[in-house]
């Protein structure tokens, strides 16, 4: 049985807590797209970059996305070349560096899926609640729900999903029962400590062909999700299509702003071209489950988190580098 998690903190804890080696040499875990920043194209790095050398701009952002590659460079590189980028824990530090410094603008690198959307979307109000008019995003914002259609259909290989509970948060368990009953899959919603996920694992199993969505995480998730954080996304965003890594562009699976915020939009529109550092990369076979980690050929040879070739082992919530840090095989 082929169970597929799409989320980076169940990657990140199904390795640390080593429940691969707890399961039948029958149950294989295979790794999703679920790492927000492993499914940024090089496009939207370089934008970053292109805008951090831009006078009187400043980009803003959190620390895995600093080491990521664009098409030549990382917003690592440029801020050595003099180019202007601040690593932060939260999008909101942008209000206090946006209120200080009115001669700058101050562009957020808004990447994340369902869970990280109504944080941007706080930032945006308390700019316009208080009247900071130097803030912008460059938005890579993507939905869960597509994603996961697109691997039943173009994979075909699993049986059953460990669905993310931080994201089940905002949008709710229901949100998977068309995919269930459209492909006759069990999901299960799940915490992120390793008995949770052992229970999650099991219920999977006993579901095997069937179409069914268990919510394992109640005491945050439920059937609906935060309505009212729905809502805030649905004022300032729209669906739209998104480039993925690894994937390409998949129709209705990201957000962007409206029209009525576009003064908030850094340039966001049509960042699709991702590039391929080394050939032998297997960034976009690993993100998608086609292959595991360790079967990449520069995985722990060329390609460690001291020297990444790609996006995977560069994120904490990557796949690829949590097979390493954690020694996993399986």
């Not at 993310?164 to 709710?172: L, R």
């Not at 050929?297 to 990557?318: D, K, N």
């Amino acid at each position: 049985m082929n169970i597929m998690e799409v989320c980076g903190t169940h990657t990140a804890e199904i390795s640390h807590c080593g429940i691969p080696g707890l399961l039948s040499e029958n149950i294989h875990l295979i790794s999703g797209p679920g790492c927000p920043v492993c499914v940024t194209v090089t496009d939207y790095i370089d934008k970053l970059t292109e805008l951090s050398l831009a006078p009187g701009i400043t980009v803003v952002t959190f620390g895995d996305m600093l080491r990521v590659m664009g098409k030549n460079q990382s917003l690592n590189d440029v801020k050595a070349l003099g180019g202007q980028v601040r690593m932060v824990y939260s999008p909101m530090d942008t209000l206090k560096f946006a209120a200080a410094d009115k001669t700058k603008t101050f562009v957020f690198a808004a990447v994340g899926f369902e869970t990280t959307t109504p944080v941007y979307v706080m930032l945006l109000n308390e700019a316009i609640k208080h009247g900071i008019t130097n803030i912008k995003i460059l938005t890579s914002l993507k939905t869960m729900p597509a994603v996961i259609d697109w691997v039943c259909e173009n994979q075909g290989n699993i049986d059953g999903f460990l669905a993310p509970g931080h994201v089940s948060t905002i949008t709710g368990s229901d949100i998977f029962i068309p995919l269930a009953e459209k492909y006759q899959l069990p999901f299960a919603v799940a915490g992120f400590g390793g008995e949770q996920i052992l229970e999650a694992l099991y219920a999977l199993v006993k579901c095997r062909g069937k179409a069914k969505v268990m919510n394992l995480y109640p005491s945050v998730v439920t059937a609906k999700g935060n309505e009212a954080a729905q809502e805030m996304v649905k004022k300032y965003f729209v669906p739209c299509d998104a480039a993925w890594r690894g994937i390409g562009v998949i129709a209705g699976s990201g957000m962007i702003l409206r029209d009525e915020y576009a003064a908030f939009d850094a340039g966001s529109a049509e960042l699709t071209a991702d590039h391929i550092h080394n050939p032998k990369c297997r960034c976009a076979q690993v993100l998608t489950g086609a292959i595991k980690p360790t079967q990449c050929p520069l995985f722990g040879t060329e390609c460690t988190p001291q020297a990444q070739q790609g996006a995977c082992m560069v994120s904490t919530e990557g796949s690829c580098y949590n097979y390493f840090v954690n020694k996993r095989k399986a």
